[in-house]
């Protein structure tokens, strides 16, 4: 199976998030066939990450995910290019590792391993049930992949996902000094963060927010109760002051629910590789226990969980020549 066979043939497999076993009993197989040392490392009942190895010591880990966002889009080609769900997010990047790795064995280095998440698009639980793994310990560094253009990103954004959450109270709506409305009050507090100076970074840049979503209310007739908005914010420094501004902001009139969090992280630089660094985040701050992360992968994160989502051929072939040229540098450090 060449690159572009197995991207197309990891691709046939729909493995929206949530649903990752059938890529994953199909990436054992492949891989067993291969000759590589296979675990299932299993996170929920019919969710499994993928790990293999050639020998006891592991010291360079490629990585990505198994899962895509929905919808699952079928493969097609051209001469160029390979469309369709998971071309360049992530399967097109788990063919170019796999065919790293088989390059780096032929050449005699067998001091790697491969190592492949569920969920990363939603709750990144595969990423935090393989931190727990043994294997973590001796792996020096984790070249993870997600699109970056084959640039080698050496930073990537946090994101700080809250909810903020008015309450009022319900009234007939010819006497609203009867009642107290959530959602002008949750308005107020969106035109403020709308309003906010966020801190920036010199180094990964400005730290940007949307709101996402907004509900509330019960009818046209009634003083809204209760409203609410989701808000995903892209740090580029700690959360801690982000965390207070927001505070300041809501005060007394909402109450913010914190979803998740994950820091801005900065990955290693390697001299020769063109550097970058990303908006999106990864798997990589849940791999704490792998080593020092790097990340690198084809194709771009602007057609990534888009219906047009695509890889270029020669972008693949790229990045399997980065891959062995990265991980052979890496060793001999
Ligand atoms: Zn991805």
């Given at each position: 199976m060449n690159l572009f066979e197995l991207t197309t043939n990891l691709m046939k497999i729909p493995s929206v998030s949530g649903n990752e076993e059938a890529v994953g009993f199909f990436l054992r197989d492949h891989l067993t066939e291969l000759g590589w040392t296979v675990e299932l490392q299993p996170v929920s009942e019919n969710q499994n990450n993928v790990i293999a190895y050639l020998n006891d010591t592991p010291r360079v880990f490629l990585s990505t995910?198994?899962?895509?966002?929905?919808?699952?889009?079928?493969?097609?080609?051209?001469?160029?290019?390979?469309?369709?769900?998971?071309?360049?997010?992530?399967?097109?990047?788990?063919?170019?590792?796999?065919?790293?790795?088989?390059?780096?064995?032929?050449?005699?280095?067998?001091?790697?391993?491969?190592?492949?998440?569920?969920?990363?698009?939603?709750?990144?639980?595969?990423?935090?049930?393989?931190?727990?793994?043994?294997?973590?310990?001796?792996?020096?560094?984790?070249?993870?992949g997600e699109p970056t253009d084959n640039d080698l990103a050496i930073g990537s954004k946090g994101t700080f996902r809250l909810k903020?959450?008015?309450?009022?109270?319900?009234?007939?709506?010819?006497?609203?000094?009867?009642?107290?409305?959530?959602?002008?009050?949750?308005?107020?507090?969106?035109?403020?963060?709308?309003?906010?100076?966020?801190?920036?970074?010199?180094?990964?840049?400005?730290?940007?927010?949307?709101?996402?979503?907004i509900e509330g209310g019960l009818a046209l007739n009634v003083i809204p109760p209760r409203a609410e908005a989701g808000i995903a914010i892209r740090l580029t420094t700690p959360r801690a002051p982000v965390e207070k501004l927001l505070n300041e902001i809501v005060g007394e009139d909402g109450k913010i629910e914190v979803l998740s969090c994950s820091e801005p992280i900065k990955m290693l630089a390697v001299e020769g590789f063109n550097q970058k660094p990303v908006r999106f985040t990864t798997d990589i701050p849940y791999l704490t226990n792998w080593g020092q992360p790097l990340l690198l992968g084809a194709g771009s994160i602007l057609v990534a969980h888009t219906k047009d989502e695509f890889v270029l051929k020669k972008d693949l072939e790229e990045a399997v020549k980065l891959y062995v040229n990265l991980v052979k540098s890496l060793l001999e450090k």
């Open positions: 995910h198994l899962d895509t966002v929905p919808p699952f889009i079928p493969p097609t080609e051209d001469e160029k290019k390979i469309y369709g769900r998971g071309a360049c997010d992530a399967k097109g990047i788990i063919a170019s590792q796999i065919t790293a790795a088989e390059e780096l064995r032929k050449q005699g280095i067998t001091d790697i391993g491969l190592l492949y998440t569920v969920e990363e698009e939603t709750s990144s639980i595969g990423a935090k049930a393989a931190n727990n793994h043994s294997l973590a310990q001796k792996c020096e560094y984790l070249i993870n903020i959450i008015a309450e009022g109270k319900a009234a007939h709506s010819a006497y609203p000094e009867m009642g107290e409305s959530a959602i002008e009050k949750l308005l107020d507090i969106l035109h403020d963060i709308r309003l906010a100076e966020f801190p920036n970074d010199d180094f990964f840049g400005e730290t940007t927010v949307n709101i996402g979503t």
